[in-house]
């Protein structure tokens, strides 16, 4: 998982990230908010120009599209309750339906920290459990769902760190709350708080039980706010009860079993409230979100309240910080140390899809800032020894539990399926079924292979989770978007294409690669809204939803996940995926490779400065990732190593697989290495021990980018003798060995295995040695500035800047942080060129036309044999078809460029109608690149005629109408493709009546 808050709305899957919304369903046929999204085409942008601008919060940004002169025409937020009926009623808008999103908000405690003199002891003290748990009990989460403003009636609570629609239901909140009770509370609450629960096993003691159940003993009466406990409340008692368990306290004011008397405010407390901490938690709550404004600030005020210093925001015990995203410094992680820069935080994640986005890449313990002195896994260093030092940690909260990781492995890597039972195939015992009827968390026994499967471990998870209260969890949430239904003042541009991303809404990759206005208010744009500004556009620190909202407009992955259905992938980068068992591979893998993924690169495929996009670049992004323990490399944690066998066909070698294993490790950004590494020399460093830090590299950024791009060539000048080539993450030097105390990087180095089949040509110095697989050091830091840097330079569908403000002009002083009322503008990648033309984005609609007009979905690999003997045959007249000639088809249309013979020219009958071309080396090169054959869905589609008969949820069939740069063109009907020398329809039923680009794609 990661941090981050809200959805991620890249092109590919992350592991969790702060605070995300999303939507996904049917769109209804009528009224004014019918048209709420449509099906997505892979292939775009539509659009010239992508406008990001930066508001203060969403109250911002929907004051501005309701305005009579909108600057935005898309929002990235969820409409609040209070708007719905607004934007509902109104023609301007378009509303999108209501559905769960893939998210949740929860209170975050730094379980490195010291609270009140308490040692959190990375969540494993006894104490520090019975602080969580205490204050676990000083919200109602039920009422709070119910009765906030900014959430009624679209909320819901939460028990556990998953929201509902992530495919696993809530496991069961039975003894989690058993804890001892000091005897003057004993009146008040009974031997036990195991009393308060049916000891049947009946509601609420199963899986699947109501949420809001956990850590709750009855409604809050009411303080402040209506979902507070007041001091005579049980859960404020039992708040106390907790506090005193942990030595916090002696006693409270008044333990009557009268609720008219009682008050069970603390007394007796062992430590004197007050800064410095410990004895002031510093309480960090966000105030760019109205709800978690209120929730932490609520929350502030109860833990005020029991420490005896009135219902305040902030008080002698508890210091409470308001501020933005952007401003939580939870989120930058240190190499060197633990930086205990928070004590609790107002949390939300979205892209929590599926569950073991949470419970395994968001808490797992081999996602925190792995410095030496916590690992190991012992009493005294809980963390995985498989944590690497990183600036930007998934699990900033440095939960180390080794229970814990070792149940939420069994589940990301459990042998069966969580989201289908086919790859068990001897299923024993049975996963608890939800509801009242059910089972409690102790029933579980489904499994295959003699292991938990993964529900079974996933709810056995959940119940170590919420025993431990490691963090609070409070609600999740279901969501609508609004957006401009037309320009304003013209009612006939209408926004189309808008695609409601399952986990994210709007605001995502799809939309902005598929929305098109025939007249927008600035001219080929989409204006869309980002209510806050970003972290940082580096894919090593990226960890906000807006951070990857501008890395995924950047940088493709090897596969994305269907909007509409986020449980499939779909090749992207890549024609093909195949799964290779180590006794099927030529080569020696890397240690305890138990699988290869076999992909090939999309032919022609390049980043936006025109150098081609190879298996390199795939090795160096994942290695560097991974070594550097990026945000979003969680998800390639099982990688072993990557082998290449060409320049652009290679293994991602894993050392683990589960049912969520496919969907993570291919979703990680691909960057182009030279933009990146120090060269082929070592990485300099400045400073005196302990205080040495990495410095810029010895030698000029052309000159690294040379060396790069010289290995590339000679790898593949190389051949054959030169690969099977593999690189794998070496050993991490020791702490006293590297920053601060030494000269070296802390990272694990890259380096060359060797082994049967692998060739030791592939990595010498002379070819492409392993250094160059190792990040610049001083690139990989929180304060690293791509922009500024001028490499923000990718393959996907939108560039910062062009020409030679390529990587830079896309923000004002060309820089990440820009202020609000400022915008990102980033161009469509392709822009200028002509579609289908070197340059384009390789996912262009000009190139899936091109695709199309090379036989499409049936294109097969003798087909170029079939082109080929037609090379220079006369023309013929434009517009006829393969029954006239099996060549015609390649004559004329985009791949021709529009190119026509004038009557009687060159072969061409006389009359007064022109013909094609003869075909020749450019219609050739054109075929022959898609003859892989090239699946332009995916392989996870299965067979390629799936397009126009049962393509995957959410891709419609193929459109008549491709748009690119703001100008649709149709495509003639009868595709998918032709069959050389058969019958078929070129173009529409009325004929050719002009060439491309005149007429339609293959006129």
């Not at 709070?144 to 629609?165: C, H, M, R, Y």
């Not at 990485?683 to 590299?697: E, H, K, L, V």
């Amino acid at each position: 998982m990661a941090t981050i808050t809200g959805a991620i709305s890249s092109n590919y899957h992350l592991p969790t990230v702060q605070l995300a919304h999303g939507v996904i369903a049917p769109c209804p046929t009528t009224g004014s908010a019918g048209k709420c999204s449509e099906n997505w085409i892979p292939a775009g942008p539509a659009m010239d120009t992508l406008l990001n601008t930066i508001f203060t919060d969403e109250t911002a940004e929907f004051t501005d599209i309701q305005s009579t002169s909108p600057s935005i025409d898309l929002t990235d937020w969820q409409l609040t309750p209070d708007l719905l009926s607004t934007f509902t009623t109104s023609s301007n808008f378009y509303i999108t339906q209501a559905i769960s999103e893939h998210g949740y908000f929860e209170i975050e405690f730094m379980l490195a920290n010291n609270f009140w003199g308490c040692n959190m002891q990375f969540g494993n003290s006894q104490c520090g459990t019975l602080i969580r748990q205490g204050i676990s009990h000083l919200l109602d989460k039920v009422k709070f769902s119910n009765g906030e403003p900014s959430i009624a009636g679209t909320a819901a609570a939460l028990d556990n760190p998953v929201p509902s629609s992530a495919g696993l239901s809530p496991a069961n909140p039975c003894n989690w709350d058993n804890g001892p009770i000091p005897s003057s509370l004993t009146p008040v609450l009974g031997a036990s708080f195991r009393s308060h629960y049916p000891a049947d096993g009946t509601a609420p003691c199963v899986v699947g039980s109501a949420a809001g159940t956990a850590y709750h003993l009855a409604a809050a009466s009411g303080a402040t706010s209506v979902w507070q406990p007041s001091i005579s409340d049980l859960d404020f008692c039992a708040a106390a009860a907790y506090f005193i368990d942990a030595g916090l306290a002696t006693g409270v004011v008044n333990p009557s079993t009268s609720a008219s008397t009682r008050n069970c405010t603390l007394t007796g407390l062992t430590f004197t409230p007050g800064p410095p901490a410990p004895f002031q938690v510093e309480f960090f709550v966000r105030q760019d979100n109205t709800p978690r404004l209120h929730l932490g600030d609520s929350l502030a005020q109860m833990i005020c309240a029991l420490f005896g210093e009135g219902y305040n925001t902030g008080c002698a015990a508890l210091k409470v910080d308001h501020g933005p995203i952007t401003g939580f410094p939870g989120f930058t992680t240190s190499t060197t140390t633990v930086d205990l820069n928070f004590g609790l935080y107002t949390a939300a994640f979205g892209n929590v899809f599926p569950f073991d986005s949470s419970l395994y890449l968001g808490y797992s313990s081999r996602f925190v800032s792995g410095i030496s002195s916590i690992k190991g896994g012992t009493p005294t260093a809980p963390c995985s020894s498989l944590a690497v030092p990183t600036a930007s940690a998934g699990n900033y909260m440095y939960m180390c539990n080794t229970a814990y990781d070792s149940l939420a492995n069994s589940m990301e890597f459990a042998p069966a399926t969580a989201l289908t039972s086919s790859d068990c195939n001897s299923p024993t015992g049975t996963d608890p079924t939800p509801g009242t009827s059910g089972q409690p968390v102790s029933a579980v026994n489904g499994s295959c292979q003699g292991r938990l499967d993964a529900i079974s471990a996933g709810y056995q998870a959940e119940d170590l989770f919420g025993r431990g209260a490691y963090t609070f969890p409070i609600f999740g949430a279901s969501d609508q978007f609004g957006y401009l239904q037309h320009t304003p003042g013209n009612t006939a541009a209408t926004w189309q294409r808008v695609i409601n991303h399952e986990g994210n809404g709007i605001a995502n990759f799809f939309t902005w690669l598929n929305a098109w206005n025939s007249n927008p208010t600035q001219t080929g744009t989409i204006r869309e809204a980002f209510k806050q500004g970003i972290r940082s556009a580096s894919p090593y620190i990226a960890s906000t939803v807006w951070d990857f909202y501008i890395v995924g407009d950047i940088y493709d992955s090897l596969h994305i996940v269907d909007p509409l259905n986020n449980g499939l992938d779909l090749s992207w980068m890549d024609v093909s995926t195949i799964k290779i068992p180590p006794s099927g591979l030529s080569y020696t893998p890397p240690t305890g490779t138990v699988l290869a993924y076999r992909m090939t690169l999309w032919p022609g495929l390049t980043w936006q400065d025109s150098s081609p996009v190879t298996s390199f670049d795939v090795a160096y992004s994942y290695l560097t990732l991974l070594a550097n323990g990026a945000f979003q490399s969680g998800g390639a944690s099982p990688l072993a190593g990557v082998t290449i066998l060409s320049p652009n066909t290679f293994d991602l070698d894993v050392n683990n697989v589960g049912p969520f294993t496919r969907l993570f490790v291919t979703g990680l950004s691909i960057f182009p290495g030279k933009y990146w590494t120090c060269g082929t020399g070592t990485q300099p460093s400045t400073g005196s021990a302990p205080n040495i830090i990495p410095a810029p590299c010895t030698v000029p950024a052309t000159v690294a980018q040379n060396q790069w791009s010289n290995a590339v060539t000679a790898a593949t000048n190389c051949g054959a003798a030169c690969y099977p080539v593999q690189y794998a993450l070496g050993t991490a030097p020791l702490a006293s060995a590297c920053y601060p105390n030494a000269s070296l990087p802390c990272s694990p180095p890259a380096q060359c295995n060797t082994g049967t089949g692998l060739s030791v040509t592939g990595c010498d110095t002379s070819h492409f040695p392993a250094r160059l697989l190792n990040a610049d050091a001083t690139k990989v830091t929180a304060t690293f500035d791509p922009i500024a840097n001028h490499i923000l330079i990718g393959s996907s569908a939108w560039t910062c800047g062009t020409g030679t403000g390529l990587g830079q002009a896309c923000a004002p002083g060309n820089v990440q942080s820009i202020g609000v009322g400022q915008s990102f503008t980033l161009q469509r990648n392709g822009k200028g060129i002509a579609p289908s033309f070197p340059g384009d984005y390789f996912r262009s609609s000009g190139n899936l036309a091109l695709w199309l007009w090379a036989g499409g979905p049936n294109l097969s690999s003798n087909w170029f044999s079939i082109a080929k003997s037609c090379f220079g045959a006369a023309p013929v007249t434009l517009g006829s078809t393969p029954t006239v000639s099996s060549c015609a088809h390649w004559q004329q249309g985009i791949g021709t460029s529009g190119a026509t013979t004038a009557p009687g020219v060159g072969g061409c009958p006389s009359g007064t109608t022109p013909c094609g071309i003869s075909v020749g080396t450019n219609q050739l090169s054109i075929v022959k690149l898609y003859s892989v054959p090239v699946d332009w869905l995916g392989s996870a589609t299965g067979s390629a005629s799936t397009w126009n008969t049962t393509p995957p949820q959410g891709i419609i069939a193929l459109d008549p109408l491709l748009y690119e740069g703001n100008a649709p063109n149709p495509l003639p009907a009868g595709y998918p493709g032709f069959t050389p020398g058969g019958v078929q329809t070129l173009s529409s039923t009325s004929g050719c009546g002009s060439a491309y680009p005149a007429g339609q794609y293959d006129c």
